[in-house]
């Protein structure tokens, strides 16, 4: 048992921190869709037409979720490269 517990706390941090990052920005791309969505679809309940602005909502909400996706993947070198020049 010892050594379940020497292994835990040997274990880097580093290597469970990037994939928690990766699977929230996908669950960030599903959150925006689905809550798009639900505001295109009561939107339409009010005026009609419910399932076209439910649709235009969630495709609205995809578009956005995925324009975030892409800013944080794309910031993420930029920081490790200023991380490498401060550590020198």
Do not use: C
């Not at 010892?2 to 990037?18: A, G, M, N, Q, V």
Request: zero cysteines; aromatic letters at 8%; glycine letters at 12%.
């Amino acid at each position: 048992m010892s050594s379940k517990r020497r292994f835990r706390k040997d274990r880097d941090p580093e290597s469970t921190r990037l994939p928690a990052q990766v699977i929230g920005l996908g669950l960030n791309v599903v959150a925006a869709a689905f809550l798009f969505g639900f505001a295109g679809h009561w939107i339409g309940t009010k005026i009609g037409g419910e399932d076209i602005l439910a649709l235009l909502g969630g495709l609205l909400g995809a578009a956005a979720g995925f324009y975030s996706l892409v800013i944080h993947l794309n910031s993420r070198p930029r920081e490790d490269r200023e991380d490498e020049k401060n550590t020198r």
